[in-house]
Structure formats: structure tokens, C-alpha cells
T-cell receptor, first 115, second 112 residues
Framework: AQSVTQPDIHITVSEGASLELRCNYSYGATPYLFWYVQSPGQGLQLLLKYFSGDTLVQGIKGFEAEFKRSQSSFNLRKPSVHWSDAAEYFCAVGIPTGGGNKLTFGTGTQLKVEL | DTGVSQDPRHKITKRGQNVTFRCDPISEHNRLYWYRQTLGQGPEFLTYFQNEAQLEKSRLLSDRFSAERPKGSFSTLEIQRTEQGDSAMYLC??????????FGPGTRLLVL
């Protein structure tokens, strides 16, 4: 069965520092991969997605992620974190189903930004 | 683009009562999904519609849960005889194609 692991439950970084959030997945075929961000009490906003092609994908708010098939990883990075980036980040793998795509999420990484 | 909307945003109910949530997807999105998110966890898939057809249901969706999308536009999720374990955020998402889902703000349910 497919699964997503986000090994870091909490991460704290200083504003302006670089950020990397880890994500490992387990899935038998080439996956659809996503990163979403969730602010407290809110829904999820899509940051970026990987379907195929270039393994380095760019997203909104200056985020990027790199798909590494050999490591089954899809880590999220940002070169300089802003205080407004504090939120919870979810990695997800998409499993095709009946013309749709059901998402399996990791447990999330809570990001705290110190000023 | 008005985004995915969900109503109500918050619901408090007593154990044993029935509740119904509504989701309005982005117009012309023919795919609609429901997820449930409990505290400290990622969302979990509940069910999926393409137009009015419910094409997949998770085993998480017990007999007390029912979802409909009668005209292929808005969808409702009903929980009968609520239990305290049903307390969660219920999220709706829609997509125009297979790949990318856009989420609504969610309905937070508290069962007392």
C-alpha cells in the first residue's frame, strides 16, 4: 500500500535561513507528488506538484522541490524563509482511481519561524 | 474563480445527532473529493465523485456516512448518529482533471 513519511514533526528556523522539509513515499509506480501548506484552522493550499519530466519543480511563494526516484523522496526547499511561512506542510502522493486521483498524505511538518 | 466553498465552517452537535455538510466546488470541476483530518494528522481520503457518480469510497466511510452529488455540482456529506470519534475537520476538494486538487476551508465538527 502507498504511504508517505514526513520524519520531522516540528522544525524551527530563523527568518532568512534556508529550509528543507523531508518527504519519503512508498508507491509501486511513478507517483504524482504534491506539497500543500495549511494555516491554522484553514484548508490546504497547493505549493507545487510533480507529475513527470524535470525532477526539480518550482512552486508558489519561492518554494521548490526535487523528486529523487532512487531515494523515493520529494523534499521541499526554500532558500530564505519569511515569518509568514510559519504553517503546517503536508506532502502527498496521488493514486489514480477511476479517472480521479486520491491523495495519501503524510502526518505533516509544523514549521515555526523565529524572528 | 471563487474557490471551493464549504458550509458550515463550524458545527457543534451532541452525540447521536445527524449532521450534513455542503461543498460547492469550483465551477466546471467535474471531480470532487471528501477527506477527513483529525488533530495532528494529515487528511485521509473518504470518497470521490466524477460528475454525479460516486466512484470510490474508503473503508473509513462507515454505514453512518453518506455522500451525494445529485446534479454533478455541489455535494453533501451526511453523518448519522454522530459519535465523539467523528470529531474532525472535513475537507472538500475539486479538480478539473485527474491530477491537481483544490481544497476548501473545511468544516470543523465537534461532537459532544
Amino acid at each position: 500500500a502507498q504511504s508517505v513519511t514526513q520524519p520531522d514533526i516540528h522544525i524551527t528556523v530563523s527568518e532568512g535561513a534556508s529550509l528543507e522539509l523531508r518527504c519519503n513515499y512508498s508507491y509501486g509506480a511513478t507517483p504524482y507528488l504534491f506539497w500543500y501548506v495549511q494555516s491554522p484552522g484553514q484548508g490546504l493550499q497547493l505549493l507545487l506538484k510533480y507529475f513527470s519530466g524535470d525532477t526539480l519543480v518550482q512552486g508558489i511563494k519561492g518554494f521548490e522541490a526535487e523528486f529523487k526516484r532512487s531515494q523515493s523522496s520529494f523534499n521541499l526547499r526554500k532558500p530564505s524563509v519569511h515569518w509568514s511561512d510559519a504553517a503546517e506542510y503536508f506532502c502527498a502522493v496521488g493514486i489514480p482511481t477511476g479517472g480521479g486521483n486520491k491523495l495519501t498524505f503524510g502526518t505533516g511538518t509544523q514549521l515555526k519561524v523565529e524572528l | 474563480d471563487t474557490g471551493v466553498s464549504q458550509d458550515p465552517r463550524h458545527k457543534i452537535t451532541k452525540r447521536g445527532q445527524n449532521v450534513t455538510f455542503r461543498c460547492d466546488p469550483i465551477s466546471e470541476h467535474n471531480r470532487l473529493y471528501w477527506y477527513r483530518q483529525t488533530l495532528g494528522q494529515g487528511p485521509e481520503f473518504l470518497t470521490y465523485f466524477q460528475n454525479e457518480a460516486q466512484l470510490e469510497k474508503s473503508r473509513l466511510l462507515s454505514d453512518r456516512f453518506s455522500a451525494e452529488r445529485p446534479k454533478g455540482s455541489f455535494s453533501t456529506l451526511e453523518i448519522q448518529r454522530t459519535e465523539q470519534g467523528d470529531s474532525a475537520m472535513y475537507l472538500c476538494a475539486s479538480s478539473p482533471k485527474q491530477e491537481t486538487q483544490y481544497f476548501g476551508p473545511g468544516t470543523r465538527l465537534l461532537v459532544l
